[in-house]
């Protein structure tokens, strides 16, 4: 089966510039997942996708981020304006049952860079 | 909500030599453990996992262990090979969301030295 692919790769783009990132989960997995890492540290939480409902956005740290998943298939995370602090990989994972139940598959990540 | 703790933050052995990586979480609800490794410039990938009925799961030369009195669980890698060498997470499920999301662990850097 077809991972979890994320686009672009990487990005830099100037503070105060807007950002999309896309993600694509795996097919027929309901559960999406957006988490950022900033160098060094942890992978963290910032939303999470049922089909095209919101179920937890608790760690989306401010109204500049915008996800959205129309349709429940493919999910956009929008930055606007960015940030330095925004700087980091963005990864996108999805699985089948809720992550209390199951692992994740990961995608390879949206390396982001704010100048 | 759930508090994971990862120890050490990096981690250098010689290889062959064992590796344990330990991780502590806050939340007694929690009932579903994997241990994520990530290698240069690639994507996190489940390696194991285990689940709160079990004390300890081994897969070749990786097992973990489970201490649900003590909120912890640790991987244990034996025989350890330089493409060992990545940064590898724990996380546990956070149940203060409606259905649980992972929460991570801020990760160790191990480096198998040949």
């Known amino acids: 089966e077809a991972g979890v692919t994320q686009f672009p790769s990487h990005s830099v783009i100037e503070k105060g510039q807007t950002v999309t990132l896309r993600c694509d989960p795996i097919s027929g997995h309901d559960n999406l997942y957006w988490y950022r890492r900033v160098m060094g540290k942890e992978i963290k939480f910032l939303l999470h996708?049922?089909?095209?409902?919101?179920?937890?956005e608790s760690g989306m740290p401010n109204n500049r981020f915008l996800a959205e998943r129309t349709g429940g298939t493919y999910s956009t995370l929008k930055v606007q304006p960015a940030e330095l602090e925004d700087s980091g990989v963005y990864f996108c994972?999805?699985?089948?049952?809720?992550?209390?139940?199951?692992?994740?598959?990961f995608g390879s990540g949206t390396r982001l860079t704010v100048v | 909500g759930e508090n994971v703790e990862q120890h050490p933050s990096t981690l250098s052995v010689q290889e062959g030599d064992s590796a344990v990586i330990k991780c502590t979480y806050s939340d007694s609800a929690s009932n579903y453990f994997p241990w994520y490794k990530q290698e240069l410039g690639k994507r996190p990938q489940l390696i194991i996992d285990?689940?709160?009925?079990?004390g300890e799961k081994k897969d070749q030369r990786i097992a973990v262990t489970l201490n649900k009195t003590a909120k912890h669980f640790s991987l244990h890698i034996t025989e350890t090979q330089p493409e060992d060498s990545a940064v590898y997470f724990c996380a546990a499920p956070d149940y203060g969301g409606s259905q649980g999301n992972l929460i991570f662990g801020k990760g160790t850097k191990l480096s198998v030295k040949p």
């Open positions: 996708f049922v089909k095209e409902s919101k179920q937890d």
């Open positions: 994972a999805s699985s089948q049952a809720s992550g209390g139940r199951d692992g994740y598959t």
């Open positions: 285990i689940r709160s009925n079990v």
